[in-house]
């Protein structure tokens, strides 16, 4: 006879509506698959009088949250709320009455994770945050349990289906932005505040808590440069386009491995990396042809070379198999009495920094507003001269009326500072309209060899 364990569910909208049905679905595969029954007892939401279709008995949905957290029947809390203020009070609240909880809110892991590991440890339990990046990837336990023999070389994530789908259908379809952001939320991809996924910092949760992971040192959400994709224009989606590149929102976590070996001959992985912004990729790399919805993370091991994880990064379903694979972990513990097995997250680098956006070094594509005469090409490139930065190619598109036209120049390798203080230069020009649209350009090269 399986153990049963007793779940009280926090939060029934887009993920916890589909958690239940997924559960219904699939529930006794599950039992049948570890020896215990996973049962959905009390379910928690604000509005009790919200049709949601569920089967489950209409009976067990309350609005009190707080009877759910400290009910001694409940063995595990499963948070699907969001937000950082109730859901965090939620979630300490279960941990100090001895559950276990779940959680899918990637905001308040990045904020806050440092606090609520360790509040679960105080109380022998354990926090599982599977679904909190890329939705139905396990990359969580593919960071901490699959690649634990390997020292993460470099890591690339597009990780917000919301603004995957919308670059992929302003490029693929020509819609608007507004237009697409609009399906995003009526799909159940977006955030309550959707600004939290157009303007970057959905991507910065998540890419802080796989940096975090991956290098061992807490990432809090400030400290990860964040540019989003609002006011992306398609202009410049066009042009990308016809020099083979695609544009995505992509998260960049890589350690400076051109720093010098120690003297006791280790090899520092700090600072690290860690950004956030409108990218464009060769479009024959494979991230370039992750679309809509779907996710993927690039993980380089120095021991295994490189992976790469895909799925569907938003949505109903695709979170609600990411919180079953915590329930199924967390079952496991409960049953094997084994909750610190996998901690939430170990700390092992106490030197970690993350790097400053000024040194930070790549190639960039600028597109400028120009006046059409004679000596303005020139005037462009002596300020970029002077900074030492160099231009690889550059075009004027053709069929522009009037003496203003666009002018496009892509760039090699340059810090950027360098570059902020070109832009402040090439701004002033009279001969330069508005302001210059500035994109990182990211060319996946073969990393160094480096001697051992
Ligand atoms: P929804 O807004 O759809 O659902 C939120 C739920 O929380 C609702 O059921 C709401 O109740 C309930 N709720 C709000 N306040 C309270 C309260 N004080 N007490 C009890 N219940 C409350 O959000 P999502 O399901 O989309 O997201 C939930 C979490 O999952 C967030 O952290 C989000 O970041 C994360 N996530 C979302 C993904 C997605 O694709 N949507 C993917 C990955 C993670 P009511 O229904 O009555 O309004
Ligand atoms: N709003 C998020 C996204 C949900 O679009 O990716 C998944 O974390």
């Not at 959400?221 to 995505?248: C, N, S, W």
């Not at 009037?402 to 203080?421: K, T, W």
Request: hydrophobic share 45%.
């Amino acid at each position: 006879m399986a153990e049963k364990v007793s779940v009280g569910l926090i939060g029934c909208g887009v993920v916890g509506g589909g958690l239940v049905r997924a559960l219904s679905r699939n529930g006794a595969l599950m039992a049948s698959r570890l020896g215990a029954q996973i049962s959905v007892e009390r379910i928690a939401v604000r509005d009790l009088s919200k049709n949601r279709d569920l089967p489950v008995e209409p009976a067990i949905f309350t609005t009190d949250w707080m009877s759910i957290a400290t009910d001694p029947a409940i063995h595990l809390v499963v948070e699907l709320v969001g937000g950082t203020d109730t859901a965090r009070e939620m979630i300490l609240t279960a941990l100090r009455h001895g559950k276990s909880v779940i959680t899918a809110n990637k905001a308040l892991i990045c904020e806050y994770g440092e606090e609520l590991f360790e509040e679960a440890e105080k109380n022998g339990v354990n926090l599982y945050y599977e679904a909190s990046v890329a939705g139905g990837i396990p990359i969580i336990k593919a960071l901490r349990e699959g690649l634990i023999g390997n020292r993460v070389q470099r890591l690339y994530g597009i990780l917000n289906g919301t603004c995957n789908y919308i670059l992929t259908q302003m490029k693929n379809k020509g819609w608007d932005f507004d237009y697409a952001l609009a399906e995003a939320q009526r799909l159940g991809y977006a955030e309550a505040d959707p600004a939290l996924d157009v303007d970057g910092h959905d991507t910065a949760h998540k890419a802080g808590i796989l940096a975090s992971l991956s290098y061992g040192f807490w990432v809090r959400p400030d400290q990860v440069h964040t540019e989003g994709i609002r006011g992306l224009d398609i202009l410049d989606i066009q042009f990308a386009a016809r020099m083979g590149y695609t544009f995505k929102l992509l998260a960049m976590v890589k350690p400076n491995l051109a720093a010098p070996v120690s003297q006791n001959g280790a090899r520092p992985f700090s600072p690290v990396q860690v950004t956030v912004f409108p990218t464009l990729l060769p479009e024959d790399h494979v991230l370039a042809n992750v679309n809509g919805v779907f996710n993927a993370v690039f993980v380089q091991g120095d021991v295994v070379g490189e992976t790469l994880y895909y799925g569907p990064g938003a949505g109903a379903d695709a979170t609600a198999s990411a919180v079953l694979s915590d329930l199924a972990d967390a079952a496991l513990d409960i049953k094997c009495d084994s909750a610190g097995r996998v901690p939430a997250f170990t700390p092992h680098e106490e030197d970690g920094e993350v790097q400053d956006i000024d040194s930070v070094v790549c190639p960039f594509y600028l597109r400028l507003q120009v006046m059409d005469r004679p000596g303005t090409m020139a005037n462009i490139a002596s300020i970029l001269g002077d900074l030492n930065i160099g231009i690889s190619s550059m075009f004027q598109p053709e069929g522009h009326e009037g003496d203003r036209v666009p002018l496009v120049l892509m760039i090699h390798d340059a810090r950027h500072d360098a570059m902020r203080e070109a832009l402040k230069k090439i701004g002033q020009l009279d001969v330069v309209f508005g302001d210059p649209v500035m994109i990182r350009v990211e060319p996946f090269d073969p990393l160094p060899v480096l001697a051992d």
